[in-house]
């Protein structure tokens, strides 16, 4: 089988996107894809610079005869999540890639693609290379640390930009232009406990909940998929109200804005109530799998024996621990009045973590609506309150008002149907674009934002589809010798 996506057309796309596979780039941990890029920008006689917030911003003259049509900026991010099936041997801080070309579509191998949003940067990266192209002045905004808090965006200073017309290269679905986003905010719960000492008279299980399909905690928070902590919440709570389960550790999830795919606990239940304990988690797996059958079929819930530590999580705060993990809302909590299809509201319970006298249990809320994100935010907040946690509110970040009178949109949809013989779909995502806060800092920039065709981002299922890459080249090359020129 032929592997090579640097084959694959545009050519000068998926060169630049295989380049990227090469190189770690987790959020956290991107030194090497900026050298990279500065290098690049360098190396074709372009103005580099790194930034301040770690963003990599490239310039390119215009080509002769449009130097004066209004600036474009082309943004996309450098970061991609880091998520692996279990059993997958992979460092996403030194190892590269295994890309699939699978049918018309472009995967990994157990691990993310890093499409989300390596094909944005790739593309980016065609047009400042070309010599062919016509276009008026370009500027290349790679921002750092989108999928891990959008500290890129947020770092960026006013009056760096020279700009007027901010393309950000960041959606994932062929034939929509995206005119909005949501905003977000990081909800962090934290129990404090004491450990107690367990007599012998118990038994050590570890249990495991795998093989659901997570994703992007935004863009498919709508599928109404499994989440990891949910799920092994109920097992522990039947454990614990039954049988006596006693909780020794717990680690769920991985990241804010992925959907949680695993979790794993250590628990201790009674010798004495251990076989029915056993019997119950048969039935409980059975019924779980059962309701949950057409949107996860490889969900996996298992039970093993371990040697039986010396300590447990003192019960009250277990207790208190799971049963707001019960009450908590996760999931579509409102559908958009305005825009039919879209979410509006939503709440991602996205990890849950012992250690070191400590429970953290993390939300990511998003929202299109300011205030009902806050709203939701007070929710959670209150019920840990109740609960007898402390949370910490912080990594806030706006949302994106649509604008359907924008000049870019009207000219991409003009092109998008010469070109494609259909008008384009114009949306807001739930996702948590960067448009939003650039254009805090740049309120006259106008913002558009499209991509290729991007399924199941955030999880090791992730994978592009070739031909939507064409499309997307094809649309931004159009755009890009067809801007308006600038306002005298």
């Known amino acids: 089988m032929n592997n090579d996506i640097s084959g694959l057309s545009p050519h000068e796309v998926w060169r630049h996107f295989q380049s990227l596979t090469r190189i770690p780039r987790p959020s956290g941990h991107e030194e090497k894809i900026r050298e990279f890029m500065t290098a690049f920008g360098r190396n074709l006689g372009l103005e580099s610079i790194v930034d301040d917030a770690d963003n990599v911003i490239i310039r390119k003259p215009a080509t002769s005869g449009l130097e004066n049509r209004k600036g474009v900026i082309l943004q996309a991010h450098l970061d991609m999540v880091p998520q692996k099936n279990t059993g997958k041997s992979h460092d996403f801080a030194k190892d590269p890639i295994e890309t699939i070309i699978d049918g018309e579509w472009v995967r990994a191998d157990g691990t993310t693609l890093g499409a989300d949003n390596g094909v944005g940067v790739a593309v980016a990266m065609a047009v400042l290379e070309s010599t062919t192209l016509k276009h008026g002045p370009i500027e290349a905004l790679f921002t750092s640390n989108e999928e891990a808090g959008m500290s890129g965006a947020m770092g960026l200073k006013p009056g760096v930009l020279k700009g007027e017309i901010l393309m950000n290269l960041d959606s994932e679905d062929d034939g929509e232009l995206f005119i909005g986003c949501a905003g977000g905010v990081n909800v962090t719960s934290t129990f404090n406990y004491t450990e107690h000492a367990l007599s012998e008279d118990y038994q050590g299980f570890r249990i495991s909940v795998t093989g659901l399909m997570g994703g992007h905690s935004g863009v498919d928070i709508h599928l109404g998929r499994g989440n990891a902590n949910k799920i092994m919440n109920r097992i522990l709570y039947e454990g614990h109200i039954g049988y006596g389960l006693q909780l020794i550790s717990i680690d769920g999830g991985s990241l804010r804005n992925a959907i949680p795919r695993e979790s794993f606990a250590v628990a201790a239940v009674p010798e004495v109530t251990a076989a029915a304990f056993l019997d119950r988690l048969s039935v409980l797996r059975g019924t779980i799998q059962d309701e949950l059958r057409a949107v996860e079929p490889a969900l996996q819930i298992e039970v093993v024996s371990v040697s039986l530590p010396e300590t447990a999580i003192e019960p009250a705060v277990f207790l208190r621990l799971m049963k707001?993990?019960?009450?908590?809302?996760?999931?579509?909590?409102?559908?958009?009045?305005?825009?039919?299809?879209?979410?509006?509201?939503?709440?991602?319970?996205?990890?849950?973590?012992?250690?070191?006298?400590?429970?953290?249990?993390?939300?990511?809320?998003?929202?299109?609506?300011?205030?009902?994100?806050?709203?939701?935010?007070?929710?959670?907040?209150?019920?840990?309150?109740?609960?007898?946690?402390?949370?910490?509110?912080?990594?806030?970040?706006?949302?994106?008002?649509?604008?359907?009178?924008?000049?870019?949109?009207?000219?991409?949809?003009?092109?998008?149907?010469?070109?494609?013989?259909?008008?384009?779909?114009?949306?807001?995502?739930?996702?948590?674009?960067?448009?939003?806060?650039?254009?805090?800092?740049y309120p006259a920039l106008d913002m558009i934002s499209f991509g290729p065709t991007i399924r199941y981002p955030h999880s090791p299922d992730e994978k592009v589809h070739i031909p939507s890459v064409g499309k997307f080249w094809d649309l931004l090359v159009a755009v890009l010798g067809d801007i308006p020129v600038k306002n005298l």
Not at 353 to 378: C, F, M, P, Q, Y
Not at 388 to 402: E, F, L
Request: charged share 20%; aromatic share 6%.
């Open 324 to 441: 707001a993990i019960y009450a908590c809302p996760n999931g579509v909590m409102r559908m958009s009045s305005e825009m039919e299809g879209l979410v509006e509201t939503s709440n991602n319970l996205a990890m849950v973590k012992s250690g070191n006298g400590t429970i953290a249990v993390d939300s990511l809320v998003r929202s299109s609506v300011d205030s009902a994100k806050v709203d939701l935010e007070h929710m959670i907040t209150a019920l840990f309150d109740l609960a007898g946690a402390g949370s910490v509110v912080d990594g806030g970040y706006p949302g994106w008002k649509p604008d359907p009178e924008s000049p870019i949109l009207k000219i991409m949809q003009d092109l998008f149907q010469k070109k494609f013989g259909k008008i384009p779909v114009t949306s807001a995502v739930h996702a948590g674009l960067e448009c939003g806060i650039i254009g805090g800092a």
